[in-house]
Each structure stands twice: as structure tokens, then as C-alpha cells.
């Protein structure tokens, strides 16, 4: 009988001990999670918390915090108002509701949230009377308050946020980077700088600084500036994810498409719960005309979320290719007006012109000047259709207009050498024909319409070359055979 209470004893010994080793581990876990936010590494602390019990207010909030920056924005905001439940008197979950009501582009809703949130920061108070983590907190609320506005188009309101944070901590690199993003919105580029090379005086290497000075080099098309920026970006924080998405951009606009997946797979690693990784994945799997691979991963990505915009248009991008254009205008369609940006109506208007219905392609590719005057590939697909209409001299309007640009593509050179050509302005292909080589030796149809300009101002030495070094790439390109005998002469 005596054993028996024992054993019974023994087991509530045990029980009481599993219970107080659990409570243990599971403090434990939210306070490494804790930690983890707050160093940035959203993808451990979001493992370290997801079994965590959501009984307090700083269980709820930072999960939340892990959640929204691990790219799962409904559930975060679940856990964000759950955390107001547990205490309607803090600042922190206010703030972070905010932030994704920005990144959503409900302004006037994240506007509401960052009041709310600033009820509750010790503002009256003076420097020397806050705590450290007061004066984080403050700025924290103001930097991402500023954020909002200047995505809502309101830079002296945001301003005027980051300037009320400097008087509680004039060395904080957050403000900095906050005020460089300001200028960079009204294309004020060295006051941008200015400030994001002041908050890399107070914080060296830091990421999102470094990464703002790739944004302005962005902007000005000075994209191995910007790609040599988001790089160190990423050196300096390899949790810091928009520095891996505009390399991913950047690798893609250069046609280095495996070191675009690359980049574009560890931006899906650090937000697994976005589906904008998945979906670029597929965009640079389609720059390497791997179509079927790219429809595979936008078709998963549509099983969950039917509505993504960005799947949708890049499954549209696939079918153009396919030439299955039903398809690719079904998938269009699907894409809410505002989402559609300059590049998709560039790649829309291709079906029209390949049906030769230029009026309609016409008026897609004036869309997309519309939305981007100073985007130089539309301009490029706008001369290329003209073209391909016989508008030569339409064409090279809008190919001189891609070149002013900067455009990256050096078939705007090609094209505009070769309309040169049918307009009987030889010397003007030659020019620009040289300048596309000097970019690109290795575009056959370059030294092919070079040769045709020399032949057509009678450089029979010059045209000779250039068909013998065309052959070299088109060995079998009885045309340019012809030419040689013609222009090189006999034993040629």
C-alpha cells in the first residue's frame, strides 16, 4: 500500500518538475526571441517564439514583430491587436500595426496607429530624463511614422517627425537614414547622401545606410554603383532583406539570371511568409527562358493567393513567350490597375504588335511612359514596334531616346544603326553601329549592318571586314558570302 503512494507522490514530483523545466524553456525561448528581434534575425526569432505561449503583451508583440518581418502580415497583425488586448497602454504594437499598414499603402490607417502609438511615449519628458530603452522606443515610432508619410507623398511631414526624434538622440543612425530616404523621395540626391554617409558616422557599415546610398545610385541609373552598394549592404547585415531583392533586380536588368535566383532565394528564406520571393524566383527563371520551371513556381504561388498581383503578371510575362497570348491577356486582366507598372505594359503591348495591331500596342507602351517617362526599355520597345512597322524615322526617336537614357540593352544601338540604313543616313549607321561594338563585340547583326552602311557609302575595305568578322559568326549566312566575294575581291 505504501509503494503505491510513493509512486503516486513520485509522479506529482515529476509532473511538477516537467511543468516548472517547460515554464523554464519556454521563458527561455521568448527571451532569446526577444533577443533575436531585436538583432534582426526575424527568421531565428520567429522559430524561438512560435511555441511560445501568447499570455503577455511582449509574447504578442514580438512575434508579431517577427512575423510581419519574416513577410506574414495577416498573422502579425492578429498578434499586434492581441497584444493591445493584453495592455492598451504601450506604444510598441501601435507602431508596429503602422508599419504594416504602410507596406500595405493604407496610409491614413498606419497614419491612426502611429497617433496612437505616440499617446503613449514619454514626448514632454527631456532626454536626460528617459531611460535608454525610452529613448529607443521614441525613435523607433518617429523613424517609422516618417516612413509612412514619405510613402504617402508627405516629405515635410516626415521631416518634421525625424527632426522632433533628433532632439532625444542627434546621433542615432536610424533618423539619418530616415531623413536621407526623405530627400531620395524629392530626388534631392546629395542631401540624401549627406545623410546616409551622417548615419555611417554614428553606426559604421550600417546596412540600411549603405543600401540608401545604392537607392540613390539606383535612381540615377548608375546600376554597377547600386548593385556594388546592395552588396555591402548585405555584407553588413545578412538579415537585412531588401538589400538581397535589389541585387536580385539588378542581377536581372544585367541578364546574370543565377546570381538573380541566388539573391532572389535568400530574400524568400529571410520572408518565407511573402510570396514575392517565390515570385521573383520565377521572374528570373523566365530571364533564362525556363518557362515551364517559372509557371511551375507562380502556379504555387496562385494556389494560395489567387489575387497576387506579381504572380499574376509574371504568368503573363510566360505566356507571351509561349505565344499562348489568350493566356498572357487572361492573366493581365487579373492584375488590379494599380499594380501594373511601366515594364508590364511594355511586355503587354508585344501582343498586339506581334498581331500587328499597332494602334493598340501604341497605346499600351504610351501607358508606360505615362507611369515612368524616364524608364529607357520602354522607349526601346516602343522604337523596336515602330520598326517593325517600317517607321524608321518614328523608330529612331524613340531608340535615341532609350540611348540618352542609359539603356543597359545594346540592341537600342543595333536597331537604331540599322534604321539609319534604310533612311540612306549611312554615315549615322556607321557611328552608332561603332559605338554598340565598342559596348558589344559580340552582336553578329552589329558587324552585319555596319558593313551594309560601309557598302552603302561605297568603304568596300571597311564593308569587307566587317562581312568577314559577321561570318565568323554566321558561317552559313550565304548573303554575307556573297558579300565578301563582292566587296573583298577575288582570292579575299
Not at 59 to 64: D, E, F, I, M, V
Not at 307 to 332: G, H, L, P, Q, R
Amino acid at each position: 500500500m505504501m509503494t503505491k503512494y510513493l509512486l503516486r507522490g513520485l509522479y506529482a514530483l515529476l509532473i511538477t518538475a516537467f511543468a516548472v523545466s517547460a515554464n523554464i524553456y519556454a521563458q527561455d525561448n521568448l527571451d532569446k526571441g526577444i533577443a533575436a528581434v531585436k538583432a534582426g534575425d526575424f527568421v531565428s526569432a520567429l522559430n524561438l517564439l512560435k511555441g511560445v505561449s501568447k499570455d503577455s503583451y511582449d509574447a504578442n508583440l514580438y512575434y508579431g514583430i517577427a512575423l510581419f518581418n519574416t513577410g506574414s502580415e495577416k498573422d502579425a497583425e492578429k498578434f499586434l491587436k492581441d497584444a493591445v488586448k493584453k495592455d492598451d497602454e504601450r506604444p510598441e504594437a501601435y507602431s508596429v500595426l503602422g508599419e504594416i499598414y504602410t507596406s500595405q499603402k493604407k496610409y491614413s490607417e498606419a497614419a491612426g496607429q502611429f497617433e496612437k502609438s505616440k499617446k503613449f511615449l514619454p514626448l514632454n519628458k527631456t532626454k536626460d530624463d528617459l531611460d535608454k530603452e525610452e529613448i529607443s522606443t521614441i525613435i523607433n515610432v518617429l523613424s517609422a511614422e516618417a516612413e509612412n508619410f514619405i510613402a504617402d507623398g508627405k516629405v515635410d511631414k516626415a521631416i518634421a517627425s525625424l527632426t522632433q526624434a533628433k532632439i532625444f538622440d542627434d546621433k542615432n543612425p536610424l533618423i539619418y537614414v530616415g531623413l536621407g530616404d526623405a530627400y531620395l523621395a524629392r530626388g534631392a540626391f546629395d542631401p540624401a547622401k549627406t545623410n546616409y554617409d551622417l548615419a555611417m558616422k554614428y553606426k559604421p557599415n550600417f546596412a540600411p545606410a549603405i543600401y540608401g546610398l545604392g537607392e540613390i545610385a539606383f535612381k540615377q541609373k548608375k546600376y554597377s554603383l547600386s548593385l556594388e552598394n546592395y552588396i555591402k549592404s548585405a555584407e553588413a547585415d545578412n538579415n537585412f532583406a531588401p538589400a538581397y531583392f535589389k541585387k536580385g533586380l539588378i542581377f536581372y536588368l544585367l541578364d546574370k539570371f543565377n546570381d538573380a535566383i541566388e539573391a532572389f532565394e535568400r530574400y524568400d528564406k529571410l520572408l518565407p511568409g511573402s510570396p514575392r520571393g517565390k515570385t521573383y524566383l520565377a521572374k528570373a527563371r523566365y530571364g533564362k527562358a525556363e518557362y515551364d520551371e517559372a509557371l511551375g513556381i507562380l502556379n504555387d504561388v496562385l494556389a494560395i493567393d489567387p489575387n497576387y498581383s506579381e504572380a499574376n503578371k509574371y504568368a503573363a510575362y510566360v505566356y507571351i513567350e509561349k505565344k499562348d497570348y489568350t493566356k498572357a491577356e487572361e492573366f493581365f486582366m487579373k492584375v488590379k490597375q494599380e499594380d501594373l507598372n511601366s515594364e508590364d505594359y511594355m511586355k503587354w503591348s508585344k501582343i498586339p504588335a506581334d498581331k500587328e495591331e499597332y494602334a493598340k500596342s501604341y497605346e499600351l507602351l504610351d501607358k508606360a511612359i505615362n507611369l515612368d517617362s524616364n524608364d529607357e526599355n520602354v522607349y526601346f520597345e516602343y522604337g523596336k514596334t515602330l520598326f517593325k512597322e517600317k517607321k524608321y524615322d518614328e523608330a529612331l526617336l524613340k531608340l535615341n531616346k532609350a540611348i540618352d537614357l542609359g539603356i543597359l540593352n545594346v540592341a537600342a544601338y543595333v536597331y537604331a544603326g540599322i534604321s539609319h540604313f534604310y533612311l540612306n543616313q549611312f554615315n549615322e549607321g556607321i557611328l552608332i553601329l561603332t559605338k554598340s561594338i565598342e559596348l558589344n563585340p559580340n552582336i553578329s547583326s552589329a558587324w552585319l549592318w555596319r558593313a551594309n552602311n560601309y557598302a552603302g557609302i561605297s568603304k568596300n575595305a571597311e564593308a569587307c571586314a566587317d562581312y568577314k568578322k559577321y561570318i565568323e559568326f554566321e558561317p552559313t549566312d550565304t548573303f554575307a558570302q556573297e558579300q565578301v566575294k563582292k566587296f573583298c575581291g577575288n582570292g579575299q
